[in-house]
T-cell receptor, first 112, second 113 residues
């Protein structure tokens, strides 16, 4: 374990389902991030939270809804997804500017 | 926005060989990290290297920020080194208190026994 835990590891959902991805960090970091990794594409930054406040939304469709109840937990709520949303979703945390990132193991999402 | 280019995109090595992976970036950045992604998707931080040279076992990295590139050296490669190596650069976004990582497309390394 790296200190950043993501659940579930794998998720298959239909286009009409609602599901949530969970991320938890035990490193005392202040910032948490969601990244999306699709086949043959660079990792894309989706959302950034700093001290529980969302500081960046990288033009992500509204069918992805993040939630950060405290500095240790981050959720990504999913609803009415499309097959092209199938990807590896990675969570990361950092202390802040000038600090390295620690990534979780990711959730591999398949939308059918 | 900042562009991050990695080369080569694919690399096949025989076990025991050495290799150099390159990362070019298009603008001044504050920090740079190298990651290894294993076959299960886990991203492992290898180096946090805004400038200078660092070494960790068979791996070493050098960043020349003024010339906007970084190099990752792998010596005496092993089959467990296989995976994708990513370079990521950091820019400041929120009041200077945090950075956001922008990733290159990665170099896929396959080490054959």
């Amino acid at each position: 374990e790296t200190g950043v835990t993501q659940t579930p590891r794998h998720l298959v959902m239909g286009m009409t389902n609602k599901k949530s991805l969970k991320c938890e960090q035990h490193l005392g970091h202040n910032a948490m991030y969601w990244y999306k990794q699709s086949a043959k594409k660079p990792l894309e930054l989706m959302f950034v939270y700093n001290f529980k406040e969302q500081t960046e939304n990288n033009s992500v469709p509204s069918r992805f809804s993040p939630e950060c109840p405290n500095s240790s937990h981050l959720f990504l709520h999913l609803h009415t997804l499309q097959p092209e949303d199938s990807a590896l979703y990675l969570c990361a945390s950092s202390q802040g500017y000038g600090d390295g990132y620690t990534f979780g193991s990711g959730t591999r999402l398949t939308v059918v | 926005g900042i562009q991050v280019e990695q080369s080569p995109p694919d690399l096949i090595l025989q076990e025991g060989a050495n290799s150099t992976l390159r990362c070019n970036f298009s603008d001044s950045v504050n920090n740079l990290q190298w990651f290894h992604q294993n076959p299960w998707g886990q991203l492992i931080n290898l180096f946090y290297i805004p400038s200078g040279t660092k070494q960790n076992g068979r791996l070493s990295a050098t960043t020349v920020a003024t010339e906007r590139y970084s190099l990752l050296y792998i010596s005496s490669s092993q089959t467990t080194d296989s995976g994708v190596y990513f370079c990521a650069v950091e820019y400041v976004n929120y009041g200077g208190s945090q950075g956001n990582l922008i990733f290159g497309k990665g170099t896929k390394l396959s080490v054959k026994p």
